[in-house]
């Protein structure tokens, strides 16, 4: 079995820290793609958000049609589309028109979305987003298996009910990146047995996103990522856990970075024959596919090319 | 005088099909190539083929999009991040009066689609949005979504200050509403027709046949018309348009001789 590397996820966010215009960080973003491709990456991964303030990317698959347009063999995928605010319509024709385009290299990956504010900017009610879902869902599949050619549609989740939302379906996981071992192993467990009971094949793989850096110089890339990394895992963090009614500040602040340091403790950072070694852990439970997220927010450039490159050995180890 | 090649439909369109067409636009000297949804076919992805298309061709590409359908934010959002993709050379025109579809829930009125588009234009302008319509309410503010902020920005915006945007003119209130935001207005061409006037900093759009003759189109753009789309569909077409209409549009009294070996 050779297991597949993607290249992840790129946010196209404007961080405090590095705050470039848009029109550098897209411009970035192409010649990245194309570093990816010839480094032999198998994919590229968008990931979206809306309405927040560095200009995280609200349209994935925009952005894919460029990247699809600078590349030739590189694919490329949404990690995560957040289907429940969108048109499936919409989703389903402009995702079939850019696969055709793109020779069958676009993949895409859907889930529920979690932040009140990006629902509400579009007139819906974030606790409808598992009813919408649910109603979206087996349209899209039909969609994504009838377009020409077809298009790997991946369910984005974090819990079993998620899981099991795809297993009815048959649709192939994509396993979010702070989930341990123990509890990709109880959802995939929950995944299957979902799917025999509704009398479905389940896929023979699935994907699985991460956090990975290599390095050779441990100690100068930690000093260089931490920041990068509490940053990022401090935004995911207050939109996945806001601040609740009446609850001081800094109880909040406890419990949020209490948070952000298990997160933390779920980076892959080593050399490549550390992080080879690592995500076969994960091939053996079942990931084919592993989006690698080694852009984090806006890194620097240098450090960034030298994880790909790192990266890119690391594929060759997987690879064979 | 500007010359686009196109809208080349994308129902059957292929990539490297897109990309030789804009070669030879590029080398017959046209100023855009543009590119067309339509939805009610189940035929999207304009903005997306347009970035994808922009990354080899150095001309402008344009997007003609069938408005109304979804929400106009997604909309800004898909020309925002197009522009960013290729610099700031996006142009885009909307239609307004799309076939019925089953396929999606149309707005229900001319009331609709005039919030619709009227909300796009805010997004698309950067301003600081609070929408309180009949038909839309941007940000929702919903009770059930809580806390969330009165208003919203389009985030990233697109590159240019102001994105070229034409409205399709095929009622006389679509050219009053783009007007009225500031849009272009288009219109398809054909002999004795009303020609768009320049609306806002745009000139009005023609959208011609593959055949188009020079001598009907300059006296269209002395009507107030600037900005010709032809419909060439092969690169031969395209060639052949590019040679009877470039120059005499680029300017006045283009010297016949030029193209009397044709």
Same mark, same amino acid.
């Given at each position: 079995m050779?297991?597949r590397?993607g290249?992840?996820?790129?946010?196209?966010?404007?961080?405090?820290?590095?705050?470039?215009?848009?029109?550098?960080?897209?411009?970035?973003?192409l010649e990245?793609?194309?570093l990816?491709?010839?480094?032999?990456?198998?994919?590229?991964?968008?990931?979206?958000?809306?309405?927040?303030?560095?200009?995280?990317?609200p349209?994935d698959?925009?952005?894919?049609?460029?990247?699809?347009?600078?590349?030739?063999?590189?694919?490329v995928g949404?990690?995560?589309m957040?289907?429940?605010?969108?048109s499936?319509?919409?989703?389903?024709?402009d995702?079939?028109?850019i696969?055709?385009l793109?020779?069958?290299?676009?993949?895409?990956?859907?889930?529920?979305?979690?932040?009140?504010?990006?629902?509400?900017?579009?007139?819906?009610?974030r606790k409808?987003r598992?009813?919408?879902?649910?109603a979206?869902l087996?349209?899209l599949?039909?969609s994504?298996?009838?377009?020409?050619?077809?298009?790997?549609?991946?369910?984005?989740?974090a819990?079993?009910?998620?899981a099991?939302?795809?297993a009815?379906?048959?649709?192939?996981?994509?396993?979010d990146s702070?989930?341990t071992?123990?509890e990709?192993?109880?959802?995939?467990?929950?995944?299957?047995?979902?799917?025999?009971?509704?009398?479905?094949?389940?896929?023979?793989?699935?994907?699985?996103?991460?956090?990975v850096?290599?390095?050779?110089?441990?100690?100068?890339d930690w000093?260089?990522l931490?920041?990068?990394?509490?940053?990022?895992?401090?935004?995911?963090?207050?939109?996945?856990?806001?601040?609740?009614?009446?609850?001081?500040?800094?109880?909040?602040l406890?419990?949020?970075?209490a948070?952000?340091?298990?997160?933390?403790?779920?980076?892959?950072?080593g050399?490549?024959?550390?992080?080879?070694?690592?995500?076969?852990?994960?091939?053996?439970?079942?990931f084919?596919?592993i989006?690698?997220?080694?852009?984090?927010?806006?890194?620097p450039?240098?450090?960034?090319?030298?994880?790909?490159?790192?990266?890119?050995?690391?594929r060759?180890?997987?690879s064979? | 005088?500007?010359?686009?090649?196109?809208? !080349?439909?994308? /129902?059957?369109a292929?990539?490297? =099909?897109?990309?030789?067409? &804009? @070669?030879?636009? %590029? #080398?017959? $000297?046209?100023?855009?190539?543009? !590119?067309?949804? /339509?939805?009610?076919?189940g035929? =999207?992805?304009g903005?997306? &083929? @347009?970035?994808? %298309? #922009?990354? $080899?061709?150095?001309?402008?590409?344009?997007?003609?999009l069938?408005?109304g359908?979804?929400?106009?934010?997604h909309?800004a959002?898909?020309?925002?991040?197009a522009?960013?993709?290729?610099?700031?050379?996006i142009?885009?025109?909307?239609?307004?009066?799309?076939?019925?579809?089953?396929?999606?829930?149309?707005p229900?009125?001319?009331?609709?689609?005039?919030?619709?588009?009227?909300?796009?234009?805010?997004?698309?302008?950067?301003a600081?949005?609070?929408?309180?319509?009949?038909?839309?309410?941007?940000?929702?503010?919903?009770?059930?979504?809580q806390?969330?902020?009165?208003?919203?920005?389009?985030?990233?915006?697109?590159?240019?200050?102001?994105?070229?945007?034409?409205?399709?003119?095929?009622?006389?209130?679509?050219?009053?509403?783009?007007?009225?935001?500031?849009?272009?207005?288009?219109?398809?061409?054909?002999?004795?027709?009303?020609?768009?006037?320049?609306?806002?900093?745009?000139?009005?759009?023609?959208?011609?046949?593959?055949d188009?003759?020079?001598?009907?189109?300059?006296?269209?753009?002395g009507?107030?018309?600037?900005?010709?789309?032809v419909?060439?569909?092969?690169?031969?077409?395209?060639?052949?348009?590019?040679?009877?209409?470039?120059?005499?549009?680029?300017?006045?009294?283009?010297?016949?001789?030029?193209?009397?070996?044709?």
């Open positions: 050779t297991l590397l290249l992840g996820v790129f946010g196209m966010q404007s961080v405090p820290q590095r705050p470039d215009h848009h029109v550098k960080l897209y411009r970035d973003l990245d793609a194309e990816a491709e010839s480094i032999g990456f198998d994919s590229i991964w968008l990931s979206e958000h809306h309405f927040w303030f560095d200009g995280y990317c349209a698959l925009a952005a894919a049609g460029a990247i699809l347009g600078r590349t030739t063999t590189l694919g949404t990690a995560v957040l289907l429940p605010m969108h499936v319509e919409k989703v389903a024709d995702a079939a028109v696969s055709r793109g020779e069958g290299r676009l993949s895409l990956g859907v889930a529920l979305g979690y932040r009140d504010p990006e629902f509400d900017g579009f007139g819906i009610r409808d598992g009813k919408l879902m649910d979206m087996p349209r599949a039909e994504c298996r009838e377009a020409e050619p077809p298009i790997p549609l991946y369910v984005g989740v819990t079993a009910i998620a099991q939302r795809a009815r379906l048959g649709l192939p996981l994509f396993a702070t989930m071992v123990t990709l192993r109880e959802m995939l467990e929950g995944y299957n047995a979902a799917a025999v009971a509704a009398g479905v094949t389940p896929p023979a793989l699935h994907a699985l996103q991460r956090d850096f290599v390095t050779d110089d441990r100690e100068r000093a260089m931490l920041p990068e990394l509490r940053y990022m895992r401090r935004q995911y963090g207050g939109w996945s856990f806001p601040q609740d009614e009446g609850e001081m500040v800094p109880a909040y406890q419990r949020l970075e948070d952000i340091e298990a997160k933390l403790t779920n980076l892959i950072m050399d490549a024959d550390f992080v080879a070694a690592r995500l076969r852990e994960f091939e053996d439970l079942g084919g596919l989006v690698c997220r080694s852009q984090f927010g806006n890194l450039r240098e450090s960034l090319h030298r994880a790909m490159h790192g990266l890119g050995r690391v060759d180890q997987v064979r | 005088m500007r010359l686009g090649l196109g809208p !080349v439909g994308l /129902s059957a292929t990539g490297s =099909g897109l990309q030789r067409l &804009a @070669a030879q636009a %590029l #080398a017959s $000297s046209f100023d855009a190539v543009w !590119v067309e949804e /339509s939805r009610a076919e035929v =999207g992805g903005l997306a &083929a @347009a970035a994808m %298309l #922009a990354q $080899s061709s150095p001309i402008r590409i344009g997007a003609a069938d408005a359908l979804y929400h106009p934010l909309l959002e898909d020309i925002a991040v522009d960013l993709t290729c610099q700031g050379r142009e885009v025109l909307l239609r307004l009066a799309s076939p019925a579809s089953d396929r999606y829930a149309a229900a009125s001319r009331a609709a689609l005039e919030e619709h588009v009227t909300v796009l234009g805010q997004a698309l302008s950067g600081h949005i609070q929408w309180n319509g009949e038909h839309l309410r941007v940000p929702g503010r919903l009770d059930a979504n806390p969330v902020p009165e208003r919203l920005a389009l985030n990233p915006r697109p590159a240019q200050p102001v994105v070229p945007v034409w409205v399709e003119a095929v009622e006389p209130w679509m050219a009053e509403l783009a007007r009225n935001l500031g849009f272009g207005v288009a219109a398809r061409w054909a002999a004795g027709a009303g020609v768009p006037a320049a609306s806002g900093r745009w000139p009005g759009m023609l959208l011609c046949s593959a188009a003759q020079a001598a009907p189109l300059l006296a269209a753009a009507a107030g018309a600037g900005y010709f789309l419909a060439a569909t092969t690169p031969e077409q395209v060639a052949a348009a590019g040679r009877r209409l470039a120059g005499p549009l680029r300017m006045p009294g283009f010297p016949a001789w030029v193209n009397d070996g044709e």
